[in-house]
Each structure stands twice: as C-alpha cells, then as structure tokens.
C-alpha cells in the first residue's frame, strides 16, 4: 500500500506560482510511476504532468506546457508540481497519484493510489 499526502495549495493572484509536493510512505517509490492530476467543479479529473520515477520520464499536458514542472526526490519519496504564470482557468483541486507502472498511464484510470487533494485558487 502506498499513501499520498499533497501539501502546498492555496489562493494566488494570476501570474503567480505555487509548489504543490506530495509525500508518499508505505513504500519507496523508484519503481512507480507518479502523476498530478486536477479537477474543477463539474468537471471531469484530467491529467496535468506524470513522470516515470525510474526512467526519469516527464510528461505534460498542452495546457501547462511550459509553465509546470514536474519533480522528485528519491532521498524524501516526495513528488512535486511547480507551478509558474498561474491563470485562473488552473483554479482546481490537485490530486497526486501513484501506479506501480514504469511509464504512466495518461488517464487517471490506470493509477492505483491517490492523495486527498489539495485546493489551488487563482484570482484574476
């Protein structure tokens, strides 16, 4: 069992940056594959970065392309989101997930373990 716990969400102006870092226990994580994921009210959960732990793999989508970066820390199992030039179409709450897969699914469907999430706010 692995356990996800996000920290780091909170309102910003636009044009502003947050770290969001995700904290895994339960097991070490060089194996997994790790994504960010974001979900707005009434709509669907959608993929924002992932990342291959072991292969070093990172992944974005269009809309964060350029302006998020996905990292991590063996020493401290930890995943972070940097995120620069926020918008308020990025107003979401943000899940960290974690799959036992070398490369990670695009969907969330294909990821076994996730945090509670965390709420991001961008004014305008």
């Known amino acids: 069992q692995v356990q996800l716990v996000e920290s780091g969400g909170g309102l910003v102006q636009a044009g502003g940056s947050l770290r969001l870092s995700c904290v895994a226990s339960?097991?070490?994580?060089?194996?997994?594959?790790m994504g960010w994921f974001r979900q707005a009210p009434g709509k669907e959960r959608e993929s924002v970065a992932s990342i291959s732990w072991t292969l070093g793999l990172a992944y974005y989508s269009d809309s964060v392309k350029g302006r998020f970066t996905i990292s991590t820390d063996y020493g401290k199992n930890t995943v972070y989101l940097q995120m620069d030039g926020l918008k308020p179409e990025d107003t979401a709450v943000y899940y960290c997930a974690a799959t036992g897969r070398l490369l990670p699914p695009q969907g969330p469907d294909g990821f076994d373990y996730w945090g509670q999430g965390t709420q991001v706010t961008v004014s305008s």
């Open positions: 339960g097991r070490a994580l060089n194996s997994y594959s």
